[in-house]
Every structure is written in structure tokens, then in C-alpha cells.
């Protein structure tokens, strides 16, 4: 299911097998929400070279709806995507979106911020969900809190996350004859705030429960970036060698490097596209505000290295152009640019790590990202 390739320090290179094809790690995971990752087609994601796409359980739990998705053939044939889709439980959106939302041992009561419908989700009904989906990668339902947080109430959440875990992979087994004969794989979700010896407590509790792999939730969350590594550096050394490790959540460029660096395999945000759409490319030489008077005469590409599609057929003076008159195409192109940027810079990554020389490669992104 995982296997490791190479290793520089605590840095893996390595390759992820899931049920729509084989995943080279480290990698990084586009948000696509609603099924489709914002303005941009799945033959987009393709010449991106986009290896696996994120979705949402809670928002595609509410529209189109769990039947809509399984009469069309389950969530690749619905969005046309044949390669692999992790999708999140859904757990922060119900904490952060939802109205009148009550957590209780048997699960999560509350209203839908679209129409203010009442709904109720237990850990068995987020697994059973996303098994209707097809997801190639399941996460389980999990407690995630603000931070700051006391510790008292991050030991509370911690708590109740591990206990869903259990239901979570009793649910799983429970559907085991047709999960795994798919090779659908099921992660633990590690939670404990930024008390370090909660997450290495949470951890451990997951191993003993045995998932495919191990994900570190409620981080970037508004912590100090310091914290933040601290909190992965101390969690990721109790997890398994043989098991993935996802980020969730985490994606500006630097940060991805210093999390590898640390031993983590897997990330997904919405930093490139979110970006994209607001007129910031990323490219090797820092990020470019393409919306800037200085691009308005600029009719070299955004990144003359660069093999995308904007930048191979538009420059930077059109793309602005695009942007002040508000024409979708600027924010299409560039989000394609930055998914291309992010797939070339994960293929760089990974070569870095092989090599042996993360280090070298960090400190020359650190010169232009912070």
C-alpha cells in the first residue's frame, strides 16, 4: 500500500497505491470542494499533472446528495476524474459552517448554512458516506477546535476523536469485503491542539486502533508557524515509518519543504488556487501580484521556465488585463499556472530528497518565500 523509495534524514520519498492508481510522494492534494476544483476542468487538473484531488464529504453530503452521487456511479464518474480522490470528513466545515451545531458522543446535530435543514452525522454514517462516494481515501469524522484552546478542552476533543476512530474503523470493517477488495484505505486523524503530549498520546492510541495511515488535524489554524512545526516535528516521530503522513490543511510553499523535512508525506490547501483567483501567481523567483501597473506593458510570461499552458500561449500584460476587466479566463489561467507551479515543485521535492539534498533545496525556496 505505501511504500518507501528513498530517505534524506526524517525526509521520504515515496509511493502511495490506492485503488485509482499509484500517488508518488511527497505530494500535494488540490481542494476541489464541490467535485471540481474552482475554475478549472479535469483535463486542466491532467496537464497540471495533478496526481490526486481532495473533495468534501460535508458539503457534497449536501448538495447534490449521497443518492444524486451514486446514481451517477460514485464521485469519479460524477466529476469525470479517474484518478484518485481523498475526501475530508467534513468535520471542520461542520464546526466552522454549520449553525446550532451540538456535538454528542453518538456524533455531530446540526443546521446547514444553505438552508438551515437539520441534519445528524455519527462517525459510521461520515464512513458509510464517503464508501458511497468511492473515495479512494476515507477520513474518519474527528473533533477539530480552535486555537487557542485550553488544555483541558483540547484533551476533551482529543479524547472524543479517538473514540470516533474506533467507530470510525468498526464502521470500515464493516463494510471490509467491499472496501478493500477496491483498495479503499481508511486514515486516523491526529488531534491534541498545540499540547504536544496530546498529540503523542492521540497518536499512539491510533496506532494500537491500525489505520492505513496517519493525518495531523487542527493545524494551521492560526498558530505560530514555529508552533506549528514544533507540533509536527514531536507528533510525526511516534508515527509508523511504513504508513503515510498527511498535513492537512497546509500549503505555502516553504512550509511544505520544512513539513517534509520533518517527515511528512501528503498535503492539500487552497493557497495555490484561492491565490489564483485573486490575481497571485506563484513562480521560482517568489510570488507576482499579476494585478500590478508594472505588468501592465509586461508581455513576457508569468514564468519564462515554465511549461504550463498560461505560459506557454498568454503574457502578463493580457492576464492583467483579464483581471481588470473581470474576465473569468485571469482567474482560470492562473490558477492553472500555480496547480502546474505546485505539481513542478513537488516533482523538484521529491528529486531533492533522493539526491539527498532537501536542505539545499529549502534554503533556495526560503530566498523567496517566507
Known amino acids: 500500500m505505501f511504500k518507501l523509495i528513498s530517505r534524506d534524514n526524517n525526509a521520504r520519498v515515496g509511493v502511495l497505491t490506492t485503488a485509482h492508481g499509484e500517488i508518488q510522494t511527497p505530494c500535494f492534494m488540490p481542494v476541489g470542494t464541490q467535485a471540481t476544483v474552482k475554475t478549472l476542468s479535469t483535463q486542466d487538473l491532467l496537464d497540471a499533472n495533478i496526481q490526486i484531488v481532495l473533495c468534501n464529504a460535508y458539503h457534497l453530503y449536501l448538495r447534490p446528495g449521497v443518492e444524486i452521487i451514486k446514481q451517477a456511479g460514485g464521485l469519479h464518474k460524477f466529476m469525470n476524474w479517474n484518478k484518485p480522490i481523498l475526501t475530508d470528513s467534513g468535520g471542520y466545515q461542520i464546526f466552522s459552517l454549520a449553525d446550532l451545531m451540538k456535538v454528542k458522543e453518538e456524533g455531530v446535530s446540526f443546521q446547514s448554512h444553505l438552508d438551515g435543514a437539520k441534519h445528524f452525522l455519527s462517525p459510521e454514517d461520515v ?17 477539530c477546535i480552535p ?19 474506533k467507530r470510525s474503523k468498526d464502521a470500515f470493517k464493516a463494510h471490509s469485503p467491499e472496501l478493500t477488495a477496491h483498495g479503499y484505505l481508511l486514515f486516523g486523524i491526529v ?36 508552533l506549528m512545526y514544533e507540533i509536527i516535528e514531536k507528533t510525526i516521530e511516534h508515527l509508523p515509518q511504513d504508513k503515510p503522513r498527511y498535513l492537512m490543511g497546509v500549503g505555502t510553499p516553504l512550509d511544505m519543504v520544512e513539513a517534509v523535512s520533518r517527515g511528512v508525506d501528503m498535503f492539500d490547501c487552497v493557497v ?44 502578463r500584460a493580457y492576464i492583467r488585463h483579464l483581471f481588470n476587466t473581470d474576465e473569468i479566463l485571469g482567474l482560470r489561467l492562473v490558477s492553472l499556472h500555480n496547480l502546474f507551479f505546485y505539481s513542478e515543485f513537488m516533482v523538484k521535492l521529491r528529486k531533492s530528497v533522493a539526491q539527498a539534498k532537501t536542505g539545499e533545496f529549502e534554503k533556495a525556496i526560503s530566498e523567496y518565500y517566507e
Open 127 to 143: 464512513i458509510k458516506l464517503q464508501a458511497d462516494f468511492g473515495s479512494d481515501i476515507i477520513m474518519p469524522l474527528d473533533e
Open 147 to 165: 486555537y487557542p484552546s485550553e488544555k483541558d478542552r483540547a484533551r476533551q476533543a482529543m479524547e472524543l476523536t479517538v473514540r470516533w476512530a
Open 191 to 226: 488531534q491534541g491542539s498545540t499540547y504536544p503530549d496530546l498529540r503523542v498520546e492521540c497518536a499512539k492510541r491510533l496506532i494500537e486502533i491500525d489505520f492505513d495511515g496517519y493525518a495531523l488535524g487542527g493545524i494551521s489554524v492560526g498558530e505560530p508557524t514555529d
Open 272 to 315: 495555490p488556487t484561492r491565490n489564483g483567483r485573486n490575481g497571485t501567481a506563484f513562480t521560482w523567483k517568489g510570488k507576482l501580484n499579476i494585478r500590478g501597473a508594472s505588468f501592465a506593458k509586461d508581455f513576457a510570461p508569468i514564468d519564462e521556465n515554465c511549461q504550463c499552458f498560461t505560459c506557454q500561449n498568454h503574457t
